[in-house]
């Protein structure tokens, strides 16, 4: 065992799915450190959406597939029903996004909702290669399972640095001038993971090594509405500002949309400042692309940025310029709760075996930064 005392910073899908493989695969217990508690801000405000397959021409591909079938193996073993998981299918549509009231012709084939202003469709995923999970209550069922099987710890505070010794980490600093031992800190920290450049000591600090945790977030606002009945189909439109609309399972259809540009994140995890222009807009597009949807009143208003970064992959590995105990993974963009399986499992074998088994990271190590 190579780290026994680990620090993750950040209680996000990538901190949670790390306890929750040290504790499944490595009987190892770990100390999550976050501000506001377990998913407080993208990991639990976000849709859900898995796609098998969707990354197969870039270099996600291979821990896509992989973090998809994690995905079924842990609802399996922590309970479908916990997590909200279940296989649904995907379709592009088309729309001329004209307001109205009432469909104005048959509706296509294979498009089970989408009815207002449909110029066309095209299937994105049957059953065997789409899916979603209930991010927030994922995030919890995580904690709760390395929590209950090795004694994993959340403590709520904010960090400020690590503490070095002789160049590797011994230890983190809290806000209040707490101190918690460690011989590992993971940076997990989503769209604050920047703010970790300033930890390690300022010779890091300034060097090019820095680099491997400069983040931005993309801001994406979403909204909640009681569907009429439970619906099967995420539909991804084209016109009316390209909204993105995940059915769930307890008959929510969670509405998203209209990113803004990346920025270097200072509101505070979970006190996101919500734009009540952004609500209106997908208000708005709700109303012309489905007669069921439009018009509901959304019952949860609210906004979280997406972890971005400058090349779109994420950076999981070692982090450059720390000797022993530094490690980062971060940066997973819309695909954060897909991918943060498979992102656990492999950090709980770098921090345990000293490399990822399952999983080539090279695409991802920090040093290519």
């Known amino acids: 065992m190579l780290y026994q005392k680990i620090v993750i910073a950040g209680g996000g899908i990538i901190g949670n799915s790390i306890a929750y493989y040290l504790a499944k695969e490595h009987q190892t217990k770990c100390t999550i450190i976050d501000c506001a508690g377990i998913a407080p801000a993208a990991s639990g405000k976000a849709g859900g959406f898995l796609a098998r397959d969707w990354s197969d021409s870039n270099l996600l591909g291979e821990l896509q597939r992989h973090s998809f079938d994690l995905h079924a ?32 012709g048959k509706k296509l084939q294979g498009v089970e909702w989408a009815d207002l202003g449909v110029k066309g469709s095209q299937s994105m995923g049957g059953e065997d290669t789409i899916a979603q ?6 995030c919890d069922a995580l904690f709760g399972y390395a929590q209950r099987t090795v004694g994993t710890e959340l403590i709520r505070g904010r960090i400020v640095n690590a503490v070095m010794e002789d160049g590797s980490v011994a230890g983190v600093t809290l806000e209040d001038g707490s101190v918690v031992d460690a011989d590992a800190v993971v940076v997990a920290c989503g769209p604050w993971t920047h703010e970790a450049q300033s930890w390690f000591g300022s010779e890091l600090e300034a060097s090019a090594d820095a680099n491997s945790m400069e983040m931005y977030g993309t801001k994406y606002h979403s909204i909640l509405v009681p569907s009429p009945r439970v619906l099967h189909q995420a539909v991804f439109f084209q016109g009316a500002g390209d909204p993105e609309v995940y059915p769930r399972p307890d008959g929510d259809a969670y509405i998203t949309g209209f990113p803004e540009s990346p920025v270097v994140v200072t509101d505070r995890p979970g006190k996101e400042q919500l734009i009540p222009e952004a609500i209106s807009r997908l208000v708005a597009a709700t109303k012309v692309v489905s007669s069921e949807l439009g018009g509901i009143e959304p019952h949860t208003e609210q906004c979280c940025y997406l972890p971005t970064t400058v090349n779109g992959l994420p950076v999981i590995g070692k982090i450059p310029g720390v000797k022993k105990g530094g490690f980062v993974a971060s940066g997973h963009s819309c695909w954060g709760i897909l991918n943060g399986p498979a992102t656990g499992q492999a950090v709980a074998d770098l921090l345990i075996k000293g490399n990822a088994s399952k999983i080539d990271l090279r695409p991802f190590d920090p040093q290519n930064r």
């Open 133 to 138: 999970v209930h991010p927030k209550k994922l």
């Open 73 to 104: 193996e842990i609802a399996s073993d922590l309970g479908e029903d916990i997590v909200e998981y279940r296989r649904l299918t995907c379709a592009m549509v088309a729309i001329d996004g004209v307001i109205r009231e009432k469909p104005t």
